[in-house]
C-alpha cells in the first residue's frame, strides 16, 4: 500500500473541474413530491417496524376510532332525521348546525394551520438541507404547505367523515354526495392553510422564530380558552327554552340569514343543504375553489418576498436571560431543603422547566377556564324547586366525583404522563450519575401530584359548598377525590415511563400516543371502580337519611375499604412497575 | 482505577463489543480509537453505567458497577458525543443540578463552577438559557459539568467535537493537568493527532474488539511499524482498502 493515497488517486481522477458557473437550464431541479419523500418513507418504516404490541396498539385504537365514529354518526343522525320531520325549519336548522360545525372547524384549522407552519416552515430539522440545495422557491413552498396541510387537517378530516355520513344520509343525499363533499371540503382545507402559514410568515418576519412560537401558543390557548368560556357563558341551554323566542317568524328570519356569508365554511353548508335540498347552486362550488387558487397564488407570491428574510431570522436563537438565583429560587431551596440536595435539585429543575416553557405554562390557562366552566356548569344546575328530592341533591355531588375524576386525568395526562418521556435526552446524564430512579420519580411524582390534589379539593369543595351538600357526603366526596388524585397521578407516572415517547420534544403530543391512551382507558377504569365499590354505602346512608332506616356500618366499611384499596393499589403498582422499566432502559 | 474484564455487549444478533478486556490505571490518560461502528461509544457508555453490558464486568476506582452501581457511578463524570441538556435551565443551574446529582452543593461548588465557566469562556452567558447557547458552547458546559464534581475517572465520548482551537487547546491541558493529580480519564476521538499528543496509551478497537493496545512506541513496535505515525497505523489495522473504496467511488 502506498504511504499516500492521494499519489495513486491522481492518475485516476476525472478532469479538474471548470471553475465556470453551469447554464440555468443545466440546474438541478428536484420534483415537488421528491422533497416529500423523506416524511413519506419515515411513514413507510415507521408502519413496517415490528415494535412489540404493535398489532394490539392497532386494534385498540381503532376500535376507539370506529367508536368515535359511530357516537358522531349516531348523535348527528338522530338529531337530522328529527329535524327532516319539522316542517319549515328542520332544513334550515340543519343547515344552521352545518354551518356553525363548518366555522369551528375553520376556526381549528386556521389556528392549528399557524401553529404547524411554523414547525414546517421555519423550525424543522430538514429545512437546513432543503434552503441549502438548488431547490426552487415555489417546490419549497408547494412541499412545506402540503406538509402543514396534512399535519393540521387530518383530525378535522376524520371528524367530517361521519358529519358528511350522517347529512347524506339522513337527508338521502346519493351516491354523488360524497364526491360534492370532497370537491367543496378540497379548497376547504387549502385555504386556511395558506392564509395560517402567511400569518406565521409575517409573524416570523416581525419576531424571532423562538419568540414567535412562544407569542402563538398563548394566543393559541387564550383563543380556545375564551371560545369555551364565551360559548359557556352565553348558557346556550336557555335557547332551548319556548319562552325565548318571541315568535317564529322572528325565528326562521334569523335561520335564513346566512351568519357569515364571506366566509368559505358557509358556502359549504348552503352548498351542502343545497344539493341535499335538490337545489345545487354551482357558484358555490366555483366561489371556493377560485377563492382557494386565488389566496394560493398571493400566499406563494408573499412567500417568495418575505421567506428567506423569515428562514434567516428564524435562526436567531432566542438569547432570554434569567435573573440569577432570584427571590424565588432561594425560597424554592430553602423550601425543599428537608429533602436533601439530589432531591431539592430534582423538584426545582421540574418546576424551572416547566415555568420557563411558554408552551407548558399557557396550557394553565386553558385548565383556569376549564375549571370555571365547571363550576360554572354546577351552579346552574336546577336542583331547587319541584321534584327535586334528597337523593338528588346528594347523588349529584357523588356523580361529580366522576366528572371531577375524568378532569383530574386529563390534567394528568397532560402534565404528569409526559414528564419520563421529556427525559429522553437528557437520560445520558441521570443514568451516568449516582442517581437512583427512584429519586426521579419521586420529584416527578410529587412536582406532579401536589398541584393536582389542590385543584381537585378546590373543585370538589366549591361545588359541594355551591350543592350545598350534607357533611357526610362532604366527607366522602373530599376523601375519595385526595385518593383518586393518588391513583391518577401513580398511573401517569407509570403510564408514561412503560410507554415512554423518547423522542418526542413536543410535551403536548405525548399524550396522544398509545400509552397515552390505555393511561386513560385505565385513569376511566379506576375511576368508575371507586365509584361502584362506593355506590351502595353511598345509596345505604342517603336511604337511611331518607327514610329513617338504619345504615349498615359493614357494608360501608366494606364498600369504602375496597375503594381506598384499589386507589392505593393503582398509585403504587404502576409506580413500581415505573421503577423497574425505567431501571432497565438504555439511551 | 477502570477494569474491563470480557466486556460485551450484545444487540440481538449484533455484538457491538465482542469480549474486551482493559485496565487503565490510576492517572493515566487512556484513548480509544476506531472506526465508525467500532464499538467505542458502546464501551464507553457501558463503563459510565448508561448502558449494561450482556456479559463481562467493569470495576471503576474499585467498585463493581453491576454490584453497587451508585458507588461506582458516583466516583465517575461522563461527556456525551452529543451535547443534549435542559434548554430552560442557565449554565450555572445546570451545573449546580449536576452537582446535586452527586449530592454536593454550596460555596466550593459554587466558586468551582464559576472557575469552570470562566475557564471555557461561558462566564458572560451563565444566566443565559442554554437554548441560546451554540453547538459548541453546549459542549463547554456539559465538559464543565464533568469536572464540577470533582470524579475520580472521566468518561468522554468526543470530546474535541464543536470546540474552537482556543477550547480544544484548553481541554487538552485540562486533561493532562487532571491526570497529572491523579485522576484517571479515559475518551474516544478520531482525531488522531490529538490522540497521540496526549494520551499515556490507547487501544485501537475494531468490530468490538481490541486490536492493538499500549504506548505509541508499543503499537510501533508490535506492527513493525518504524517510525510512521498514527494514523498509519490506523488505517494500516482498519482501512487497508481505503484507497481503493475512494477510486471506486469518485470514478463511478
Redesign the interface.
Given at each position: 500500500?502506498?504511504?499516500t493515497?492521494s499519489a495513486?488517486?491522481v492518475a485516476?481522477?476525472?478532469p479538474r473541474a471548470s471553475g465556470g458557473t453551469r447554464a440555468v437550464a443545466e440546474l438541478p431541479d428536484p420534483p415537488l413530491l421528491h422533497l416529500l419523500l423523506p416524511k413519506w418513507l419515515t411513514a413507510l418504516a415507521r408502519a413496517r417496524e415490528g415494535e412489540k404490541g404493535r398489532t394490539a396498539r392497532y386494534v385498540v385504537l381503532g376500535l376507539v376510532g370506529v367508536l368515535f365514529w359511530a357516537f358522531v354518526f349516531g348523535v348527528l343522525y338522530r338529531l337530522l332525521t328529527y329535524f327532516r320531520g319539522v316542517e319549515e325549519i328542520g332544513a334550515l336548522l340543519a343547515g344552521k348546525l352545518l354551518g356553525l360545525m363548518l366555522l369551528g372547524f375553520s376556526s381549528i384549522l386556521l389556528l392549528s394551520n399557524v401553529i404547524t407552519s411554523l414547525s414546517s416552515f421555519f423550525l424543522a430539522k430538514d429545512l437546513d438541507m432543503l434552503v441549502a440545495a438548488p431547490v426552487d422557491w415555489l417546490r419549497l413552498y408547494g412541499a412545506k404547505l402540503l406538509e402543514t396541510v396534512v399535519a393540521s387537517s387530518w383530525m378535522v378530516l376524520l371528524i367530517s367523515i361521519p358529519l358528511f355520513s350522517a347529512y347524506g344520509l339522513a337527508y338521502d343525499g346519493g351516491f354523488a354526495f360524497p364526491l360534492l363533499v370532497v370537491a367543496m371540503m378540497v379548497p376547504l382545507f387549502i385555504i386556511p392553510a395558506v392564509v395560517g402559514s402567511a400569518v406565521t410568515l409575517i409573524l416570523v418576519n416581525v419576531f424571532p422564530a423562538?419568540r414567535t412560537r412562544d407569542i402563538l401558543s398563548v394566543i393559541a390557548v387564550l383563543t380556545a380558552g375564551g371560545i369555551v368560556l364565551l360559548f359557556r357563558l352565553i348558557r346556550p341551554e336557555r335557547l332551548a327554552r319556548p319562552e325565548g323566542f318571541r315568535s317564529l317568524v322572528d325565528f326562521i328570519a334569523v335561520l335564513r340569514t346566512p351568519s357569515s356569508p364571506f366566509l368559505p365554511s358557509e358556502w359549504v353548508a348552503e352548498g351542502t343543504m343545497g344539493f341535499l335540498g335538490g337545489e345545487f347552486d354551482w357558484l358555490l362550488l366555483y366561489l371556493l375553489w377560485t377563492t382557494a387558487l386565488a389566496v394560493l397564488v398571493l400566499g406563494a407570491l408573499l412567500h417568495r418576498g418575505l421567506y428567506m428574510t423569515g428562514f434567516s431570522k428564524a435562526q436567531e436563537?432566542?438569547?432570554?436571560?434569567?435573573?440569577?438565583?432570584g427571590a424565588l429560587s432561594r425560597f424554592g431551596r430553602r423550601l425543599l431543603s428537608p429533602f436533601?440536595?439530589?432531591r431539592?435539585?430534582?423538584v426545582?429543575?421540574e418546576l424551572?422547566?416547566f415555568f420557563?416553557?411558554t408552551a407548558q405554562w399557557s396550557q394553565l390557562i386553558l385548565l383556569a377556564v376549564l375549571v370555571v366552566v365547571y363550576v360554572f356548569n354546577i351552579k346552574y344546575l336546577p336542583l331547587r324547586g319541584e321534584g327535586i328530592t334528597f337523593f338528588l341533591v346528594n347523588v349529584v355531588p357523588f356523580l361529580n366525583l366522576v366528572l371531577a375524576g375524568f378532569v383530574l386525568a386529563s390534567i394528568a395526562a397532560r402534565f404528569i404522563f409526559p414528564g419520563v418521556s421529556l427525559e429522553g435526552?437528557?437520560?445520558?446524564?441521570?443514568?451516568?450519575?449516582?442517581?437512583?430512579v427512584r429519586d426521579l420519580l419521586w420529584a416527578k411524582f410529587w412536582v406532579g401530584t401536589l398541584p393536582l390534589l389542590i385543584l381537585a379539593l378546590g373543585i370538589v369543595g366549591v361545588t359541594d359548598w355551591l350543592l350545598q351538600v350534607s357533611d357526610f357526603m362532604f366527607l366522602v366526596s373530599v376523601m375519595s377525590i385526595t385518593l383518586l388524585t393518588f391513583a391518577l397521578s401513580g398511573l401517569a407516572i407509570g403510564f408514561g415511563t412503560m410507554f415512554p415517547q423518547f423522542e418526542t420534544e413536543n410535551a403536548a403530543q405525548i399524550p396522544t400516543s398509545f400509552g397515552g391512551l390505555l393511561y386513560m382507558m385505565a385513569s376511566v377504569s379506576v375511576i368508575g371502580g371507586v365509584v361502584v365499590l362506593e355506590a351502595r354505602p353511598v345509596y345505604g346512608y342517603l336511604s337511611a337519611k331518607a327514610y329513617g332506616t338504619a345504615a349498615d356500618p359493614t357494608e360501608m366499611v366494606i364498600g369504602f375499604g375496597l375503594a381506598a384499596l384499589l386507589c392505593v393499589v393503582a398509585t403504587v403498582v404502576p409506580i413500581r412497575m415505573a421503577l423497574t422499566r425505567l431501571e432497565?432502559v438504555?439511551? | 482505577m477502570i477494569e474491563l474484564l470480557n466486556l460485551t455487549k450484545r444487540y440481538g444478533g449484533f455484538t457491538a463489543v465482542d469480549g474486551i478486556d482493559l485496565n487503565v490505571p490510576r492517572g493515566e490518560l487512556f484513548g480509544f480509537l476506531g472506526p465508525n461502528g467500532a464499538g467505542k461509544t458502546t464501551t464507553l457508555r457501558m463503563i459510565a453505567g448508561i448502558l449494561k453490558p450482556t456479559s463481562g464486568s467493569i470495576r471503576v476506582a474499585g467498585v463493581d458497577m453491576r454490584a453497587d452501581p451508585m458507588t461506582a457511578k458516583s466516583r465517575l463524570g461522563f461527556i456525551p458525543d452529543r451535547p443534549f441538556i435542559y434548554e430552560k435551565l442557565t449554565g450555572a443551574e445546570f451545573l449546580r443540578f449536576v452537582a446535586g446529582l452527586y449530592d454536593q452543593e454550596g460555596k466550593e461548588v459554587e466558586h468551582r463552577a464559576r472557575e469552570l465557566l470562566a475557564l471555557f469562556d461561558l462566564e458572560e452567558w451563565r444566566d443565559e438559557l442554554v437554548e441560546s447557547y451554540s453547538h459548541g458552547m453546549r459542549q463547554k458546559l456539559i465538559i464543565s459539568s464533568a469536572f464540577v464534581h470533582r470524579p475520580e475517572v472521566i468518561v468522554v465520548d468526543e470530546p474535541m467535537v464543536g470546540l474552537d482551537p482556543k477550547a480544544a487547546r484548553i481541554l487538552k491541558d485540562l486533561f493532562r493537568e487532571y491526570t497529572r493529580r491523579g485522576h484517571t480519564i479515559i475518551f474516544s476521538t478520531h482525531t488522531l493527532e490529538v490522540a497521540e499528543s496526549l494520551c499515556d496509551r490507547l487501544a485501537i478497537i475494531v468490530n468490538g474488539k481490541i486490536r492493538a493496545y499500549g504506548t505509541m512506541e508499543d503499537l510501533r513496535r508490535d506492527l513493525e511499524g518504524g517510525e510512521r505515525g498514527l494514523e498509519e497505523i490506523f488505517l494500516r489495522l482498519t482501512g487497508e482498502n481505503a484507497a481503493r473504496n475512494l477510486v471506486d467511488v469518485l470514478d463511478a
Open positions: 500500500m502506498s504511504s493515497p495513486d488517486l485516476v481522477l476525472p423562538h436563537s432566542a438569547q432570554r436571560f434569567v435573573q440569577a438565583d436533601g440536595i439530589l431539592r435539585e430534582l426545582m429543575k424551572r422547566l420557563r416553557d435526552r437528557t437520560l445520558w446524564l441521570l443514568r451516568s450519575s449516582p442517581m437512583a432497565a438504555e439511551r | -
